[in-house]
Each structure stands twice: as C-alpha cells, then as structure tokens.
C-alpha cells in the first residue's frame, strides 16, 4: 500500500504543475492591475511603470510564470497586495477553519448519509425509504447558498440557537462548537443526498450477491449479515462517489465560508478574487488543489483497507 | 393440487428412526406481477442419517428453491411457503422461529452452493469467514475458532492450511474456494450437508476431487448429504436415493441402482438418453424433444405430458400421484410400469 501511496504522490506533481499553470494564466485574464491595486487609481503612470519593473510584470508571461515557478518552489508565495503579509501566513492562518469545517461536515453528513442510505436499502419500498429518497433528492436540489440561508433565518434569527457570524474559536470550546454547527450542517446537506442514494443502490445490489446468501445459511443473524456482509462490501462505491465530490465539498466550502464569514481558505479566495490580490488568490487556488489531491489519496487509501483485491 | 398430496404415499422410510430430512408435500411459490410461479409444488422425499440423496433434473425444474426452502433461505416476498413440512429430526423447520431456524443454518445444516467464485465475501479472510459461523454457533473463543478453522482447511486438503487461513477469496483457485465452503459447511458438525450443484462451476477433474471430498467427508462425520445437480453421472456415483424432478414435482424417486437398472418416468428414461456415451456411435446428441412448460401456466394433467412419446388423454387431463411400483421406487406416472417403452 505504500507503494500505492508513493505512485500517487509522485503522480501529483504534473497534476500540481497544471494548477499552478491555469491558476496563474487565469489570473492573466482576470482584469485588473496588480500596480493599479498597489498604488491606487490615482497614481501617476511612471509610479505604476516602477511598480512593474519591481513586480516582474514587464516581463513575457512565461518568464513571469517561471520565476513565479521558482518562488512556490522555494516555499515564497509573495506578499498579500493588500494586507501585505506573506501569503503564507495568510493561508495558514485560513486552513486550519476550513479543515475544521469540512471534518465538522464529513463528521456527521457521511455516518448520517450512510445509515439512511442503508435503512432505505433493507426496508426497500416502505415508509421509511420514500422519506430518505425525497429529503435526498431535496439535498441534491437545493443550492448550498439557499440552505444556508435557510439555516441562518431559522436556526440563527427565527430561533435563535446558533450564531452564524465567523469562528469562536477551536471547535472543542463551547464557543467554537456553537459556531460552527450552522456552518457544517449546511454544507454536509449538500453531501448527505447523494450519500445516501449510493449507499441504498449498493447495498440492494449487494444484498443479491451470492456471499449474502452464504453468510445467511451460516446462520447469522439479519444485522450481521447487513453490517458485516453487505455494508462493508457495499460501502466501497460510496467511497468513490465521497472522492468524486471532493470538488463538490470545496466549491460548497467557499460558498460556505463566505455566507457564514467562516476564516478559512474560501472566503480568503473570494476575497482576494473581488479584491485583485493576485498572489493570495494563486495561493488559495494551489490550496485547494492540494486539498483535492489529499482527498482523493485518503480515498485511494479507503479503498485499499475496504476492498483487499485492490492491493493485489 | 391437495388431492394428489394425500394420494402421494409416505416417503419410505418415513416410519423408521433414521430418517433425519423428511420433506413432506413442500410447496413454493412466487407471486408476480405475471402470477404464481409454482417453483417447487408438493414434492416430498427423506433422507437418512449418513446417507445421499440426489435431486436431479433440468435447470429451473425447482430443486434450487427446494434446498434453498429446506433452509428458509428464499427470499419472502415474493417467495413464499404454500404448504408443505420439512421435518428435519422430528421438527418441522417451517415453524420454527427465525432464531431458532438460524441455529440449524450454518449449525445443525450446512450448506455448499453452485458459485465457488462468488460465495465467499472477497472483502474477509477465508479463516475468518469460517470463524465467524464457528463462533455464532459453538461460542468458541477466538483463538480456538481459529485453530479449529486451520483444522478444517486441513480436512478438506487446502495445501498449507495455517498460512491459507489468512488468504484472501481472490488469492486462491475456484476448486480451493470449493474446499473453503464445505470447511465452512462443515465447520459446526452438521447432520445434514445440502450441495447445491457443488461442482457444476469447476473444472471436471476437480469436480471429482470434490465430489470424492465431500463423500470421503460424510462417511468419516456420518453427515447426510442431499446433493442437488443436474449430472447423472454425479448421482450415479455419489448418491444412494435419487429424486427425478419436473417443473416444480417430483416424478420419480428410487434407490441410484434400481433408478439407473429399470428407469419408470419417461422423462428419466429421455434423461439418461441424452447422457452422451462413449460407447455408442453417434453424430448426434440425443435431446427431449418440446421443453419445459411455461412457469405460470395452468396444466391440469402431467406437466411432462406435452413431451412425452407415450402420452394418452388421461395423462393430458389429470396430474398422475407417485405410485409406489417397486419397494422404495415411486413413479409419477399413469403408463409406469413402462416395460415397452424403456
């Protein structure tokens, strides 16, 4: 498994070079004047021109995308154009809310996602079942912004339970964990829907495979035999699904973020795309895309300890 | 249909003390959308302690959803019981609870089925697929189970069976997963071991090592075995009593030498015609001409009849009862005893 690991992260460097390509050519697009945001509208052009020469940006594009190349390579991300800390300290400060936050919502959405999925499966056609396919498909349906919405009118101002303005602090402390209970719950609606389809939809399909029925005429018990030999078995699709929707997860987290003024990679996206500050909006992006690979390689992992014929 | 359950004798050995499996008139069936389907309906045989029984008969003619209705394994809905005992030791396994019917699965009755490759979970070690039924049923300690699990790879001559224990489904051969499922079937000593078409997924020279396994094993645990294939060439090894099925009946029953000597069912006689032989020159393979009725339709009279070479009105119109012709060999037939035909 080791070795799996090892192939994968060497796999992900032309995977990070093509981020770090599009994030910066993108970025070449996007209007806006990196001096202009630096000096303001106002400046005279021969300040701008100056700024330039110091910034590199006189240069070709792909000089100027080599030299950034160096600079990431040797851990410089450059300085925040507008609060001018290093864009390190920017991100770093940022991660730790947004890793919280998708812990927060993977901590109860996927258990929870899973369970229906799976009660929905063994009471196939009942009660129980048409309620979990609807809330599904209205977890599917609902845009992210809209539930949020609909979290912080009910559960923030109509009731008032939960705040629904930024962190309180580490999600042990009381604070910190009222804080991020609106937050998480609406981005792991979003997760919970096509959870629990997959999960109903393998685990039917494994409840007719011939080892159910093995597992049945050894006389176990009907909770056995759905725990231990259809679950498991049927869970190693879900996991697919869960990496697949990765992006799913970290699009809805900058959503997120921004609505609740969350601290973390998200809304310092945003905010430095509305705000033109390049460097930090590059760094996000290279976040994101580091995300997206640890995800998938926790995924490739899963599989592995799920399903023994994939070490081979 | 209750009519011909009354007329049907009493298996033979009924009577005796040594009959363990005494299924009796068992019906089963599947309601659909396109109606009943009568997979299995009135058939009835015994089995004695330590001895095999055959079922025979072509794919679909109910005798899969007869081993599996003995273990309660069809699933309900749609399947469902419409009459009928299985008396196994003096009780009927029909009415017994769900907890009570899960102690004889795996415990008192094991079972082997068709798909070696498929039957065991891929995601669980063999040793601990055959833990788990030990522990469910005998209460052993880990450490126990697991010996006697090595014990039990090694009495169905799994090669190295202490490393083996900790393979993996995937790591071992379709014939060495065969040897796993009847270490798990036999796993809790059972008084009756039900294969259902143990060897039709493997190679023909390890369906006689297994067939060869499996009655090398019976006679050491003096477990009975009903064996469900649709071979003869099984059942004439293998097997001490047959039973021929038919779309869902049994049409013949009859110690393997009297069934194999004086075949009465003219389906049995077709059945054996269309063994291929070595011995008789022929460009040709011999079939049944016509095929099996459809499942849901409604015949009156002997469901063989549309193919069969000596049947008369009678046999269109009204469903013939096993008769008893001989001791120990019944024939559902109006025109048996078949001295002509044969």
């Known amino acids: ?312 | 249909m209750s009519e011909t359950a009354t007329q049907a004798p009493p298996a033979t050995a009924a009577a005796t003390d040594d009959v363990l499996l005494d299924v009796r008139d068992l019906k089963v069936h599947f309601d659909t959308e396109a109606g009943t389907f009568r997979a299995v309906d009135g058939v009835s045989f015994s089995v004695k302690r330590g001895k095999t029984l055959g079922i025979v008969g072509e794919s679909g003619c109910g005798k899969s959803v007869t081993s599996s209705g003995i273990m309660r394994l069809v699933p309900m809905p749609p399947g469902r019981f419409a009459g009928g005992e299985v008396m196994f030791d003096g009780r009927d396994l029909l009415k017994l609870s769900e907890k009570e019917m899960r102690g004889m699965r795996g415990g008192r009755i094991g079972m082997i089925f068709q798909e070696p490759m498929t039957a065991l979970n891929p995601v669980y070690r063999i040793g601990d697929q055959i833990i788990e039924s030990l522990r469910v049923h005998s209460g052993l300690g880990r450490a126990a189970a697991r010996r006697r699990a090595i014990e039990l790879l090694d009495l169905v001559r799994l090669p190295s069976p202490e490393k083996r224990v900790d393979d993996f489904p995937h790591q071992l051969s379709g014939g060495q997963r065969q040897r796993v499922m009847i270490a798990l079937a036999l796993a809790n000593d059972p008084e009756l071991l039900i294969a259902d078409e143990p060897t039709t997924a493997l190679d023909v020279t390890i369906q006689a090592q297994i067939l060869e396994l499996m009655r090398d094993l019976s006679a050491r645990t003096g477990a009975a075995i009903v064996l469900i294939t649709h071979d003869l060439g099984v059942v004439a090894e293998t097997c001490d009593d047959v039973v021929v099925m038919y779309a869902g009946r049994v049409v013949e029953r009859a110690p393997v030498a009297a069934l194999f000597a004086a075949p009465q069912h003219p389906y049995t006689i077709g059945l054996m015609a269309a063994v291929p032989r070595l011995d008789i020159q022929s460009d040709r393979l011999e079939t049944i001409p016509g095929s099996v009725p459809p499942p849901y339709a409604k015949i009156d009279g002997c469901r063989f009849a549309s193919r069969c070479p000596v049947a008369t009105d009678q046999c269109r119109a009204e469903l013939p009862p096993l008769r008893e012709l001989a001791p120990g060999h019944s024939v559902a037939c109006w025109r048996a005893p078949l001295e002509d035909v044969a």
């Not at chain 1, 021969?46 to 700024?51: Q, R, S």
């Not at chain 1, 000089?63 to 920017?90: H, P």
């Not at chain 1, 690979?293 to 995924?299: E, K, P, Q, W």
């Open chain 1, 1 to 312: 498994m080791i070795g799996q690991i090892a192939n994968r992260l060497i796999l992900s460097v032309p995977v990070l070079f093509g981020v770090l390509l599009l994030g910066f050519l993108l970025l070449q697009l996007v209007p806006g004047d990196p001096a202009v945001v630096i000096a303001g509208p106002a400046a005279p052009p021969e300040v701008l021109d100056a700024i330039r020469q110091e910034m590199g940006l006189d240069q070709p594009v792909m000089v100027q995308f080599w030299n950034y190349l160096a600079r990431v390579a040797s851990g410089d991300m450059g300085r925040s154009l507008i609060s001018n800390k290093t864009v390190l300290s920017e991100l770093g400060g940022a991660i730790i809310p947004t890793v919280e936050l998708m812990v927060a919502c993977l901590f109860w959405s996927i258990p929870l996602g899973i369970g229906m999925g799976t009660v929905a499966a063994v009471k196939r056609g009942s009660i129980a079942d048409r309620i979990v396919m609807a809330l599904s498909v209205g977890g599917v349906s609902l845009p992210i912004f809209f539930i949020c919405l609909l979290a912080i009118q009910f559960l923030g101002v109509y009731w008032p339970i939960f705040p629904f303005i930024g962190r309180g602090g580490p999600v042990w402390t009381y604070d910190g964990f009222m804080h991020i209970v609106l937050p998480a719950v609406s981005l792991g609606l979003i997760f919970i829907g096509p959870v629990a389809r997959m999960t109903r939809s393998s685990v039917l399909e494994v409840l007719k495979l011939d080892h159910v029925r093995t597992a049945r005429a050894k006389g176990l018990s009907e909770r056995a035999v759905i725990l231990r030999h259809a679950l498991r078995n049927a869970l190693i699709p879900v996991v697919t699904l869960v990496g697949l929707q990765a992006g799913y997860l970290l699009g809805g987290a900058i959503v997120t973020e921004t609505i609740f003024s969350w601290p973390g990679i998200g809304r310092l996206a945003v905010g430095a795309i509305l705000s033109s500050d390049f460097p930090v909006a590059q760094g996000t992006i290279l976040v994101l895309a580091l995300a997206f690979i640890v995800i998938n390689l926790i995924v490739d992992v899963l599989y592995a300890l799920l399903d023994p014929r994939v070490q081979g």
